[in-house]
């Protein structure tokens, strides 16, 4: 059956893209995960650079949400240097989001309506 097959999951690691992942925080509202080359033995692959990751949360009304972004840093530094900037654009993008969302909504309640002889 050919449908199985492209409902199937590959749930094999890819053994050449293996990371190790830290954590960082100042307690307060900054998170950064570093997420380290790793070699299959555990140890560091120096010949890919890491990947840094920023998240936080806004408490809305409805709960916590989150927000997170890739960081351009060669070092945790410069990672927490581009936290901020960082932030702002990836919560603007979730506000523009959630706009879409609620005019989306709206457009298709407006669009049940029935109209009695039509």
């Known amino acids: 059956m050919p ?3 492209q409902n ?6 890819d053994m050449k893209n293996l990371y190790r992942e830290e954590s960082f925080t100042d307690l307060k ?3 950064v995960r570093r997420f380290v080359p790793a070699n299959p033995d555990g140890s560091d692959d120096k010949s890919r650079i890491p990947v ?15 927000i997170q972004s890739g ?14 900037a960082a932030m702002e ?6 506000i523009e989001q959630i706009k879409s969302m ?8 407006d669009s049940r309506i029935i109209v009695p002889g039509r």
């Open 29 to 31: 509202v900054a998170s």
């Open 8 to 13: 199937e999951i590959n749930f094999n690691p």
């Open 71 to 84: 960081l351009e840093a060669n070092n945790l530094k410069e990672a927490f240097e581009a936290y901020p």
């Open 52 to 66: 840094f990751i920023g998240s936080t949360q806004l408490m809305t009304p409805e709960g916590p949400l989150p």
């Open 3 to 5: 449908d199985e097959k």
């Open 102 to 109: 609620k005019k989306k909504e709206a457009g298709e309640k």
């Open 89 to 94: 654009k990836a919560m603007q993008q979730v």
